[in-house]
């Protein structure tokens, strides 16, 4: 489904990504994880589509497709999604509205026919509940005065709505208490299906031990310096990244090291 | 004869080269201004001695003024000797009873702008007032109205049918010494709308008027009166289109509203004119004198206004709350995109007691666009208990524009309160970023969040007008993002 081939990209003439190497198939779950400042969020927004990020070498392609010269909405209109890790607020703009317009734009580009107000609430109202979200959320501004929890849940609200094909969420675990953690695992697990594949940026075992990854990796200075199995985050949780330095140090670019 | 009956005389036979630009046969005089142009003008509309001594008192005074030089908005010179002050499609000359008699051209530039006519009346219920250049053209629903004894016609029907209110009523509001382009306005308008409901009617349409800026140079000086009577309830819109062209064109309209004791006037404005091209070339300028009076008890008139075109817009609808308990309400959203200057705001004059205002002005810039809130609060001794809350909020697209504040407050009473809210935001990379993100494409998310920023004011539009106003929004903004 996910095919990254050597990716760079930097921010102002300043390199973040550093040759990354990735490949997601069709149902599977991997969990990227990695100290503050690796580039986890820069490679989720590259994926994306930020043009804050130059990319200066490599490949993306996505169900066989180069995505990097599509702009960012017609990457999501073929179905990437991007739970943000600071989801931004939008005054003046409900909630609903936004989902809405998004959904539409969306059916629109897969050729099916736009919902009604009647049916779109019916859906919304569903998601909601499982999300256990106050309904009121859906008539405030995007975002705007939600606390950080909420944010985070309004997010997964997003994908539960908009079925994406590949999901990458960065960091949605953060900022959770224990019983919104359990909602949002069960929101994400809910969309895990053979058709589908999920990028879960975390720092955390916790969500980890909800849904569980098929794939670890870690990044650190911009390069992905260790792949493994399930156990590798509960290793990362046992001895901290300070046991992968080595590897660190071999990612590190000549002119750092 | 006398000299000047002779020139005029002369004047009257002239041909003028001028054709308007979509074929219409223009009646026009020649350029420039003198008190000679002041009496063409009256004496082609036949007016009564009153009107002329009205518009040569207020040319002499206009002599005597300059041009006001305080507000932020730049622009070259303008050459007042070089416009036409009138100009009537010729077709007028033998009025046309019915739309049936209008001229077939005239009736299609109306389509092409979108206002046609006949559906408009139909599928509305809207009765219109239409102002091809200076002259009303086509009134629909008189009869209907006529029936509530409600005037609603060209100004200068009102002027020969109804002269007796018209004297009453002209200038009582703005006088021609007002300002530089009222005093202007009086000199030269050409027509306008008038419209009187009488004590207790609520008049059952919207009323509503389409200008039109047309002939080549030629100046527009629209008046429109508006009297609701003890009681009466009117709602009046006002919208305006103006096809591509060159020249700066001068817009100096003057627009007066009186309300009765316990009267509510209700007047919208959609103003989308020509606001020339991207570099600034070309587009109209717009120098507006709008003010409404609650002249009674009770009284309530509310302003809404959408102003998105105009190279140069300079306008101030403003109350004057002489009756106790009465209301006075400002609405209003200014675009300004490319290299578009606006500079508007409203004043509050608080005079009777617990009189309240509300003003709430929502400024968009984009592009090179220059937009300046500038705003009166005036509280007399007399106010009692008076009340004003006023939010002013500006949004910024892009680095290159500007939103300005001049918020002024002079308060007089002690009793008085008076509250002044200001933000200024801009669209983010980050929040188009999010929305892209979303499948939603960037002129949508622009469009999105700028009528969420408009959607206090939208909501005072009538609904018809409200998804006009939402649309024009997102024509105003294309290309200033991406
Ligand atoms: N717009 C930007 N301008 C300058 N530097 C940036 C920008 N965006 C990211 N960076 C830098 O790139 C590096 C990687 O940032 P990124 O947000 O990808 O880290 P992260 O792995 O997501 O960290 P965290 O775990 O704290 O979320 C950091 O050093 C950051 O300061
Ligand atoms: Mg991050």
Known sequence: ?257 | MTATANRLAELMDREYPHGFVSDVAADTVPRGLSEETVRLISARKNEPAFMLEWRLKAFRHWLTMSEPKWSTARYPAVDYQDIIYYSAPKSMQDRPQSLADVDPELLRTYEKLGVPLKEREMLAGVAIDAVFDSVSVGTTFKDKLAELGIIFGSFSDAVREHPDLVQQYLGSVVPYADNFFAALNAAVFSDGSFCYIPPGVRCPMELSTYFRINARDTGQFERTLIIADAGAYVSYLEGCTAPMRDENQLHAAVVELVALDHARIKYSTVQNWYPGDKDGKGGIYNFVTKRGECRGAGSHISWTQVETGSAITWKYPSCILRGDDSIGEFHSVALTNNRQQADTGSKMIHIGRNTKSTIVSKGISAGHGQNAYRGLVKILKSAEGARNYSQCDSLLLGDQCAAHTFPYIEVKNPTARVEHEASTSRIGEDQLFYCQQRGISVEDAVSMIVNGFCKEVFKELPMEFAVEAQKLMSVSLEGSVG
């Open chain 1, 1 to 257: 489904m996910l095919e990254i081939r050597n990716l760079q990209a930097s921010v102002d003439g300043k390199p973040i990504l550093r040759g990354i190497d990735l490949s997601v198939k069709a149902g599977e779950v991997h969990a990227i994880m990695g100290p503050n400042g690796s580039g986890k969020s820069t490679l989720a927004q590259v994926l994306a589509g930020r043009d804050t990020f130059a990319v200066t070498g490599g490949t993306v392609f996505y169900q066989g497709v180069d995505i990097l010269p599509m702009a960012p909405e017609e990457r999501a209109r073929e179905g990437i999604f991007l739970a943000f890790q600071y989801p931004v607020e939008i005054p003046g703009v409900s909630n609903v509205y936004l989902l809405k317009a998004a959904l539409n734009n969306i059916r629109q580009h897969r050729g099916q026919a736009e919902l009604d107000a009647m049916e779109f609430l019916a859906l919304i109202k569903q998601k909601m509940k499982q999300m256990e979200m106050n309904e009121d959320l859906l008539y405030r501004a995007v975002n705007e005065g939600f606390s950080g929890g909420e944010k985070k849940r309004n997010e997964i609200l997003q994908m539960a709505v908009l079925e994406p094909k590949l999901a990458i969420l960065d960091e949605t675990d953060s900022g959770l208490d224990i019983d919104a953690l359990q909602i949002v695992a069960k929101g994400i697990n809910a969309l895990r299906s053979p058709q589908r594949a999920m990028i879960l940026v975390t720092h955390y075992q916790r969500l980890l031990d909800y849904v569980v990854p098929d794939f670890v990796h870690v990044l650190a200075q911009g390069k992905i310096v260790r792949s493994g199995g399930k156990e590798l985050a509960l290793e990362l949780e046992e001895r901290g990244y300070g046991w992968l330095e080595g590897a660190e140090a071999a990612a590190r670019p000549a002119e750092n090291a």
